[in-house]
């Protein structure tokens, strides 16, 4: 009903389950954001809305209410680009194909990587479709999960900071689209566009200027400015751009289950800005308790 709020915070707006790279079911992760006391929690599995209806009946029966999401892989020059999309229609046609892209070349991909690392060392496909439930979105996280399996690494952190590392020369990239089709897509969809953890340090650091508003100037509606991974230095340039052009920010874990040390709730969003998001997003409804 128009004007009364059917919603509560405190609000994650990003956690992650086995249908991508997290360690939990859909389920299991709702229930883990109800245990950390979360009040609405979205799920935003790797180019995959596979566990939504999972969640939104988890989430729902703990009381909470559940907002539809997904991180989409980009790719701006060398950096990868997670583009947070939330309440887009999970059948538009368009923003599927590229879904659907997206997550075969990231299957060849991983096997081209495994088969790099098996000249070196005793892993096969096999260890990693071990580590991959059903049709899961396949990430280098599953390929650390089968070199902890093998005693290769002693956690997916070590076996990102080891075999991983691109400078050990198995890296492979997958296909993604630049981060401005990403957003076009998206809100074609009706969906809202949200950069996730847009500074971190390192090879992925902050986009350019010029380059945020024009992707802005497309419909990006805000940034993830909240998250562990974000330097100080950025969020202080990203804030002046929220001020600049009246954005959203979030925050959010980016739990991973047992796949990462971040905690449910450990950022979360205000309630002002989870209610732009429900009020631009037309694809899909929140599932309220
Ligand atoms: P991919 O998209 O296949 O290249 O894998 C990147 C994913 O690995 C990211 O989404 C991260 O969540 C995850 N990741 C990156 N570094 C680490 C780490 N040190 N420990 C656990 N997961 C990581
Ligand atoms: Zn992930
Ligand atoms: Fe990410
Ligand atoms: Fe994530």
Redesign the pocket.
Known sequence: MAGERRWEGPSDLHL?SLR??GTEPPAAVMQAAHRYALRTAALTD?DTTSGWAEAADAATSLGMTFLPGM?L?AKQEWR?V?MLAYLFDPDDAALRAEMDRIRGD?MG??ERIVNKIARDYDLTWDDVVEQTHGDAT???????DALVARGLAR???A???GI?NPRQGYYV??YAPDPLTAVRLIVGAGGVPIIAHPTPSGRDRMMPPDVLHRLIDAGLAGFELDHRENTEGGKKILRALVQERDLIVTGSS?Y?GL??PNLPGENTTADEMVQRIIDLGTGTSPVYP
């Not at 396949?138 to 650390?144: C, D, E, K, L, N």
């Open positions: 992650h991508s790279d790797h991180e892989s990868s997670h990231r991909r991983a396949v990430g280098r996280p599953h390929i650390a956690d997916r952190a076996a990102f900071a991983l990239p997958h980016d991973h796949g990462k």
